[in-house]
């Protein structure tokens, strides 16, 4: 079982940085990949980027290549989001999944662990 909690989001303008924190419990945060997924008012949500166990391996949406980058701290059982150059389409509920594997090879993939959510608005 792992439990996620996501922080850091808020009100940011366009152009601007945020970066979303995921802290994990338990002791098996070394085993899974993990990622970060968004849902918009009104749509599904999507995908946004993974992280392998290791933090050798990353996967982005192409939305927000070269804007986002996903990174992880295992000693802290935390992933991290950094979102550059925000626009308001960025404007989302970002949620922390997590998936047991030991592969490298990561991406829109089922996750089976899931946070609550933390509020992301860009404004224009």
């Known amino acids: 079982q792992v439990q996620l909690v996501e922080s850091g989001g808020g009100l940011v303008q366009a152009g601007g940085s945020l970066r979303l924190s995921c802290t994990a419990s338990?002791?098996?945060?070394?085993?899974?990949?993990m990622a970060w997924f968004r849902q918009a008012p009104g749509q599904e949500r999507v995908f946004v980027a993974a992280i392998s166990w290791s933090g050798s391996s990353t996967y982005y949406a192409d939305s927000v290549k070269g804007r986002f980058a996903i990174s992880r701290d295992n000693a802290k059982n935390t992933v991290y989001l950094q979102m550059n150059s925000l626009k308001p389409e960025d404007t989302a509920v970002y949620y922390c999944?997590?998936?047991?594997?030991?592969?490298?090879?990561?991406?829109?993939?089922?996750?089976?662990?899931w946070g609550q959510g933390t509020q992301v608005t860009v404004s224009s």
């Open positions: 338990g002791r098996t945060f070394n085993s899974c990949a």
């Open positions: 999944a997590a998936r047991f594997t030991l592969s490298q090879v990561v991406g829109p993939m089922t996750y089976n662990y």
